[in-house]
Nanobody
């Protein structure tokens, strides 16, 4: 079965950096685009970044553009989100996502808290 396991979250000061990882299993990772979403307290879930199966195409939300970078390693079945210049408003639970055969799959999420 499809499994997505996020890691790398934590508490960081404003201006700091974190790198999130999502280890995928149960499907042919290299055939699917991957996404990072986040949900902040009291807010709707937001698509943060997407990467195509070959890494040729990426997409970013305006709110994080030029600060976050999505990447993937198909040999390791892992997708990453490098987050730089973090702001308090980036505080959220971050989720890895894949759409496979019309079904959406989610990891358990990893908490990112940006606070001094």
């Amino acid at each position: 079965q499809v499994q997505l396991v996020e890691s790398g979250g934590g508490l960081v000061q404003p201006g700091g950096s974190l790198r999130l990882s999502c280890a995928a299993s149960g499907f042919t990772f290299s055939s699917y685009g991957m996404n990072w979403y986040r949900r902040a307290p009291g807010k709707e879930r937001e698509l943060v970044a997407s990467v195509s199966s070959t890494s040729r195409t990426t997409h970013y939300a305006d709110s994080i553009k030029d600060r976050f970078t999505i990447s993937r390693n198909n040999a390791k079945n892992t997708v990453y989100l490098q987050m730089n210049r973090l702001k308090p408003e980036d505080t959220a639970t971050y989720y890895c996502n894949v759409i496979r055969n019309g079904a959406r799959y989610w990891g358990q999420g990893t908490q990112v808290t940006v606070s001094s």
